[in-house]
């Protein structure tokens, strides 16, 4: 029985080379550089429309649901209690502020006595928390 010598599959192919690849230059991880710049733990929520305003102690687990959470990835921020959105980070005396360019909201944060307002658009409608800052 004569064996004949086939050549290796594209499939084959790309995954050696991509194997290759990764050896030599890996994936950056962001993992690495991320940081978190603010958590915070809301103490009200306040929702308001064109009709109603209503506001709400929160509990213990809302607090935790609702937290505040900001991570900071290469000199980039995040709104990662929010999905994520991307946020403007400036300074003004004891406040730092986080706006999101797409119209999502912000949140002004003092310095002086550790709380926070999160202001969050959700189309004409918003929600507004007020809390203390964990870190």
């Known amino acids: 029985m004569r064996t ?5 599959s594209n499939k084959t192919k790309l995954t050696f080379l991509l194997s290759l690849t990764f050896l030599f ?3 950056y991880s962001y993992a690495q550089d991320k940081k978190l710049e603010v958590l915070g733990a809301p103490l009200v929520k306040v929702e308001s429309n064109s009709d109603i305003t209503t506001r709400y102690e929160l509990t213990k687990k809302q607090k935790k649901e609702y937290q ?7 000199g980039r921020y995040f709104w990662t209690s929010r999905g994520g959105k991307e946020l403007l980070k400036s300074n003004s005396g004891i406040y730092s502020n986080y706006v999101s360019p797409v119209g ?3 949140i002004k944060v003092s310095t002086m006595d550790n709380t926070y307002i999160e202001h969050i658009h959700q189309g ?3 929600l507004t928390y007020w ?3 964990q870190r």
């Not at 004949?4 to 290796?8: A, G, H, R």
């Open 68 to 74: 505040l959470i900001i991570t900071e990835v290469g």
């Open 124 to 126: 004409l409608n918003t």
């Open 4 to 8: 004949t010598w086939k050549p290796f």
């Open 131 to 133: 809390g203390i800052l």
């Open 25 to 27: 230059f890996p994936i």
């Open 104 to 106: 999502a909201g912000y």
